[in-house]
């Protein structure tokens, strides 16, 4: 088993720095608008002729209720009946995307985020499965990771019954922080109950797996009242549990500047509440999987984690990194091979683009051989904690020192600082180190001194 990790204010203080979470490499910054529908279609027909399995991630932006922490792509609105053209322009943005695929190709990852997914009403959610089952190879005998995040106070015992029906297994929850004065802070007021009612629906109904979003750094949170939902948590006993640091970017998320800045908690007390929620975690048999993430031991993640067959894509941590990303909706990413592209972020220009018939792509990037042996170095170290030289060695025909050399005095200065131990063979990330291991990873991003840092959150 992997050693526990090892808090270490020092290290923590002076390596801390803003850097990308690394659910990609090149990140989605480095995107730009040479990258359109011809390299898209190229994409999809390597993947066809390779019929390689897929991993489908659909994105539903509506959400009926503000949250002023929140910077995803989102459209509030109490209009239920906006989903409607959404999703024929998403149908036909699905029939596009299938017809260039393999009916071969098993469709092993479903997940839907948003926004809320459950923001589509019975029906819909019905019409929204049945294309996608008409258009692509999903799996009827349950085997596959088909997950969906849920916002409880948009969903209920007859919700989760549809979800099961229609072939989800896991379940991703928000929930963020429990203490009534935090909630009131971000405008998202949801009490233990309702969490509770949709997780005992879940494991009734036999749900595979369920996650739990919490985050630390909201406005009014303090040590005291975040142990003590943490606590809550821990009885609730989901089989993974996502601890995000809450980045105050107001200048570019206008929902934050809802949030009254002074009563924010200090970096002082944002440590703290970490430190003491890791411990808890800890002592309540959780494992750390890396970049804010915690699983029980008998979890997939654990268990690739301990077999060194994690990976990392645009849905955070899987076991599915093998497979071809399909991103359906506005803003969502795709990774086919080497190809990253991305749909129009904007919903009107998405919705827009199909009507006319055409794929909503509008920006993406083409890895070439430094990305693609960068992107290997980082995925081990993100996921594995350690760098077998001899390894990357073989599969890119390269001398690891000689690529790299100019590197090697700032890893040398953090082998010295005792976040990794370095030698001839390999980098191992130590117990000191794990919840730095951006910061190592960042030492491989060719890209990061050409653009702002202040575009990222903190590691910590």
């Not at 989903?83 to 839907?112: G, N, T």
């Not at 948590?233 to 009254?260: G, K």
Request: proline content about 4%.
């Amino acid at each position: 088993m992997l050693d526990a990790i090892r808090w270490d204010t020092d290290l923590i203080r002076r390596y801390d720095l803003a850097g990308p979470r690394y659910t990609s490499y090149p990140t989605a910054v480095q995107f730009d608008g040479q990258v359109g529908t011809f390299d898209l279609f190229h994409a999809l027909r390597d993947s066809r002729k390779a019929l390689r399995p897929l991993s489908l991630y659909v994105h539903v932006p509506f959400c009926a209720n503000i949250c002023y922490y929140c910077a995803c792509n989102k459209v509030i609105t109490k209009d239920r009946g906006r989903a409607q053209p959404y999703l024929q322009r998403l149908e036909q943005e699905i029939q596009l995307i299938a017809c260039h695929l393999d009916p071969a190709q098993k469709v092993e990852q479903l997940h839907f985020g948003g926004g809320t997914p459950t923001f589509l009403s019975h029906d819909e959610l019905r019409q929204l499965m049945a294309q996608l089952r008409k258009s692509f190879n999903l799996l009827d005998d349950d085997s596959g990771d088909y997950g969906i995040e849920i916002d409880p106070r948009e969903a209920d015992w007859s919700t989760m019954g549809l979800l099961r029906e229609l072939g989800f297994n896991r379940v991703s929850i928000g929930l963020q922080d429990l203490d009534p004065a935090v909630q009131r802070a971000v405008n998202r007021l949801q009490s233990l109950e309702q969490t509770r009612a949709v997780i005992d629906a879940a494991r009734t109904l036999q749900f595979r797996s369920i996650n739990i979003d919490l985050i630390y750094g909201l406005p009014r949170q303090t040590p005291e009242n975040f142990a003590r939902t943490v606590d809550e948590v821990i009885n609730l006993q989901p089989d993974r549990l996502s601890v995000f640091n809450y980045a105050h970017l107001p200048e570019r998320f206008m929902p934050q500047r809802r949030i009254n800045s002074d009563e924010l908690p200090t970096p002082a007390q944002k440590l703290e509440i970490l430190q003491g929620t890791i411990e808890q975690l800890t002592k309540a048999g959780y494992r750390y999987i890396g970049m804010d993430h915690f699983a029980l031991p008998d979890d997939e993640l654990a268990i690739a984690q301990e077999e060194s067959t994690l990976q990392r894509n645009f849905q955070g941590y899987t076991t599915h990194g093998h497979c071809d990303l399909i991103g359906l909706g506005v803003s969502a990413i795709s990774q086919i091979g080497d190809l990253y592209c991305q749909n129009s972020s904007d919903l009107n220009q998405y919705q827009n683009t199909l009507a006319s018939a055409q794929l909503a792509t509008s920006r993406g990037l083409l890895c070439n051989a430094d990305d693609r042996l960068r992107r290997a170095v980082i995925q081990q170290l993100i996921c594995t904690f350690s760098l077998e030289f001899a390894a990357i060695e073989h599969a890119f025909n390269i001398d690891f020192q000689g690529y790299f050399g100019e590197l090697w005095p700032q890893l040398q200065g953090m082998a010295d600082d005792g976040l990794i131990e370095l030698d001839n063979e390999r980098i191992t990330v130590l117990p000191a180190g794990r919840l730095l291991v951006r910061s190592v990873c960042m030492v491989f991003d060719a890209y990061l001194e050409q653009h702002n840092r202040q575009r990222f959150s903190r590691v910590i």
